[in-house]
């Protein structure tokens, strides 16, 4: 059973979804900003964790009051550390995407309130020696979503990124889409154009304190998606260098950037043995 409430934080108000029993576990969602995503993992999480999602401030569901803010990265931290606080923490904090360079932020902020941190593909591309070229790569992404809109612009992001859903195979598709994927998908548009005008630009440029994380590294999982690895798909590519400069070994986990839609069952799996290695 899911516990739905919307939280009042600082400057917005955040939908949250609880639920199961045990320690404390924290998903924060990428640019997708809609945690209906974690769905699934979570409900398979959740016999042995009490799973948090919630939509980032911002985002459809959790309004904020006026603006965004010049700092909205700092917001979604100090936003996250306040639901852990909120529901008696230290906790497992997962973060994929841009979720999980909120979670990144959070160990070297607030590294009391982190049990273990599992980062999934942080698309943190300051990192990489080509940035220039991939930042003017996303510059063009976003003059065709200010020409074009999102459907475009994401299209064009797809093909630098290889970032999509992966299918499965014939014969193996749902029924039907479960109504919470129906109402995502029509939260869509307004979602990823907040995204494309708040955290797009900053996010993947973030200058993320490489030492002041190495402190906290014993406490880090650094994961990648194997087909993104696989496929030397730029969203496996930050974690790599990172995990060298923190001397830490990167870990597979099913799929690609999205690997916990196509594979949720696989993705708990890799979850819970991560954590189990850092144990």
Known sequence: MTSVEDVAVPGARLHTDLRGSGPLLVCAVGGNGDPTVFGP??????????????VRRGFVRSPVDGEVGPDKLGADVEDLALLIERH???????????????????????????????????????LLEDRDAIVARFDT?????????????????????????????PGEEPAEIPPEFVAMRERWPTNTAFWFEHEYGPYPVHPLDVAALREHADRLV??????????????????????????????????????????????????????????
């Open 88 to 126: 008696g923490g230290p906790a497992v904090v997962l973060g994929s995407s841009s979720g999980a360079i909120v979670v990144l932020e959070l160990l070297v902020r607030r590294p009391e309130l982190v049990r273990a941190a599992i980062a999934h593909e942080p698309p943190l591309v300051g």
């Open 222 to 279: 650094l994961a990648v998606g194997a087909v993104s690895r696989a496929e030397d798909q730029l969203a496996s590519r930050p974690n790599l260098v990172l995990a060298r400069e923190l001397g830490l070994t990167p870990l597979e986990f099913p799929g690609g950037h999205l690997g916990y839609v196509e594979d949720p069952a696989g993705f708990a799996v890799a979850v819970e043995g991560a954590l189990r290695l850092l144990a």
């Open 41 to 54: 993992l979570a409900d398979l999480l959740a016999p042995r964790w009490t799973v948090l999602t919630y």
């Open 141 to 169: 992404v976003f003059a065709t979503y200010r020409r074009e809109g999102v459907v475009a612009a994401m299209a064009e992001f797809g093909e630098i990124t290889g970032v999509a859903v992966r299918r499965p195979p």
